[in-house]
């Protein structure tokens, strides 16, 4: 099951208010990436850029986490290259990942194409929240 692939010029996801959100952002291509994650009121929540070391292999270009503060729950993913210059094509999905009723974590993967080989691995960003933390 996929969604996409969808402009990523703004990909609407949620994020339950108060949970905590991990996500790494790895980059398998020669343009500079851009991915970005912003509040329903556009506030920047975090954002990676980077390319390959080589070229071509798998680099690591961010993580982080964060808590969600958004009221709302949601918020819209952007990814491209150059600081956003192009939007990429995305494929994504959400896994939920639930236990008696209660969703444990929740896991987004967007993995995109910046060009046109249909590798789909210029940027793969994985985003998961957790019920609880610690
Ligand atoms: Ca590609």
Redesign the pocket.
């Known amino acids: 099951m996929s969604n996409g692939p969808v402009s990523g010029n703004g990909i609407a996801c949620t994020l339950p208010q108060g949970k905590t959100a991990l996500w790494t952002a790895t980059a398998q291509?020669t343009n500079n990436q851009f991915v970005q994650l912003r509040d329903s009121r556009g506030n920047i929540i975090f954002t990676a850029t980077g390319a390959s070391v080589d070229g071509h292999s798998p680099t690591p270009i961010g993580n982080g986490s964060f808590v969600a503060g958004d009221p709302s729950n949601n918020y819209m993913l952007y990814i491209g290259t150059n600081g956003g210059a192009s939007w990429s094509q995305v494929i994504w999905d959400d896994l939920p990942l639930t236990y008696s009723g209660t969703t444990k974590i929740s896991s987004y993967n967007f993995i995109s194409?910046?060009?046109s080989?249909?590798?789909?691995?210029?940027l793969w960003l994985s985003l998961t929240w957790f019920d609880h933390v610690g």
């Open positions: 291509a194409e910046d060009s080989d249909q590798d789909f691995n210029d």
